[in-house]
Each structure stands twice: as structure tokens, then as C-alpha cells.
């Protein structure tokens, strides 16, 4: 009798400079190409640590923008490089928010199965600092993974 099983991929790091990230700056990773898995994953879970910085007492708004081809043209006029993003976030989708009030590091995660009705092909995160302060200028106060999510049948 087959037996169907959840399992997680390893997390796998997600290119962005968060580092010093000025308030109200906004900054996009690179894509994430799931298609390189080989098999499209059922979900997606993103998970995004981040340290503030003293004097920070707002919030960081994580975005999602979704290529709508093969990686060159992505929502909200993301360029799915690890850039500064100037583009247009009424044009994203909101993943969430990280309360970021101390200089304590804050881990939240979210599932892509919870804001898409379908897993895209290649993606890029867009992180919004609304905190009122800078982020942490030490580059490893900040990390943005992704584990991928499928059933094997045994």
C-alpha cells in the first residue's frame, strides 16, 4: 500500500542586502527560480530573520512579486535582482510584517500557499523598512530562505 509523506527541502538562502537598510528604503532579492527543482513544489515557505537597530519602532513589510515570464518581466516592475526597488507595491503581493522595535533578531516565516492559488515558476521578495530607524549594519543580523514543500508517495 502506498503511503503518501510531507517533506520539507533544505532551506536555501535567498540573495539580498539588507544591511543598513535605510526607513522607508525598500530592497528585492534575486529570483528564485523553482523550476530548477525538476518538480514544481506544492508550497513555498519564506522565512526572513532581521535585527533593527535602536530607535526602530515600526514595522518591516515583506512583498512578493511573481515573474510573468521567464524571469525578465515580474510584478510591480521588479527586476528580480538584488537591487534597490523602485517600483510599484500596490503591484505586489504582502507576505507580511516583522514587528521590528528592538535590536533583538526577529524570525518570521511565511507560507506561499496561504497569498497564491498556484506556486509560481520564478519569484523575487521585496523587504520594505518601515521602522523608523535603519536596519542592522552587520550583514549577518539578516537572512531570507526558502524551503520547498512536496508529498512523496512510498
Given amino acids: 500500500m502506498a503511503v503518501a509523506k510531507g517533506q ?3 532551506a536555501t538562502g535567498i540573495t539580498i542586502t539588507l544591511t543598513s537598510l535605510a526607513d522607508a528604503a525598500l530592497r528585492q532579492s534575486a529570483s528564485v527560480d523553482l523550476g530548477a527543482l525538476g518538480t514544481p513544489p506544492e508550497d513555498v515557505l ?9 530607535g526602530g519602532v515600526d514595522i518591516i513589510l515583506v512583498w512578493l512579486a511573481i515573474s510573468v515570464d521567464a524571469g525578465t518581466t515580474f510584478t510591480g ?3 528580480g535582482t538584488d537591487s534597490a526597488f523602485t517600483g510599484e507595491v500596490d503591484d505586489l503581493v504582502l507576505l507580511g510584517a516583522i514587528k521590528a522595535n528592538t535590536t533583538v533578531a526577529k524570525r518570521k516565516t511565511w507560507l506561499l500557499g496561504n497569498v497564491l492559488s498556484a506556486m509560481p515558476d520564478i519569484f523575487s521578495i521585496i523587504v520594505e523598512n518601515q521602522s523608523d530607524a535603519a536596519l542592522s549594519a552587520v550583514g549577518g543580523d539578516h537572512g531570507l530562505n526558502y524551503m520547498a514543500y512536496n508529498t512523496l508517495i512510498t
Fill in 8 to 10: 520539507w527541502g533544505a
Fill in 46 to 54: 519564506i522565512e526572513l530573520e532581521t535585527k533593527g537597530i535602536a
Fill in 77 to 79: 516592475g521588479a527586476s
